[in-house]
């Protein structure tokens, strides 16, 4: 995340009376809310597959959900309404998060490892760009920031990358969440 360069600048397609802060914030959300309902699904199955994580899933989506609730408080500060993606996150994330919970422990770390390291470099940009107009959407980033680092942290820490499932995941997962973000910012 170096200084700031054009060739990072958010492009987003702005409803009217909408700023490009409010888009990020609903996007976000969205985001926060696949998240919120990935890790549900994953502890569903992890509770037979890998219970040893279950503490460390719980803690999580604690995070997550805070990460969610701080958006929407967000949203509603600023009169917009939840992205258009908010429902089809969330059903994404339930999909996601049961087939990875189900493949057990390497396929759960691969995966909040595959989204975090797109969501931080994505994060990373919307700082940059919003550091002038949006002070409370930086101020929101930068508490969230410091958690989802500590997810990918933690879950590379016990993640064997010549696994079979993170030579699937990372890519595909890494390149869903790239995708739900860029339409989240177009549509
Ligand atoms: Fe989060
Ligand atoms: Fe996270």
Not at 50 to 79: I, N, V
């Amino acid at each position: 995340m170096g200084g700031r360069s054009s060739q990072m600048a958010l492009v987003a397609r702005l409803n009217p009376g909408e700023t490009l802060g409010d888009r990020v914030i609903k996007v976000d959300h969205a985001g926060e809310h696949g998240a919120v309902c990935i890790y549900l699904a994953q502890m569903w199955f992890a509770r037979w597959r890998a219970p040893e994580m279950l503490p460390e899933l719980d803690r999580f989506l604690a995070h997550e959900r805070g990460h969610r609730a701080r958006f929407a408080d967000e949203l509603m500060r600023r009169g917009q309404r939840r992205c258009r993606s908010y429902v089809f996150c969330g059903l994404g994330g339930f999909v996601l998060g049961a087939i990875t919970g189900l493949a057990g422990r390497n396929a759960i770390a691969a995966t909040t490892v595959a989204i975090e390291r797109v969501v931080l470099r994505h994060m990373g940009e919307q700082v940059e760009e919003l550091t002038p107009t949006d002070e409370r959407a930086v101020s929101a980033l930068h508490q969230i920031i410091v958690e989802e680092q500590e997810h990918h942290d933690a879950s590379v820490a016990h993640l064997n990358p010549r696994g079979f499932w993170p030579t699937i995941i990372n890519p595909v997962v890494g390149a869903a969440t790239h995708s739900v973000i860029w339409l989240g910012m177009r549509l």
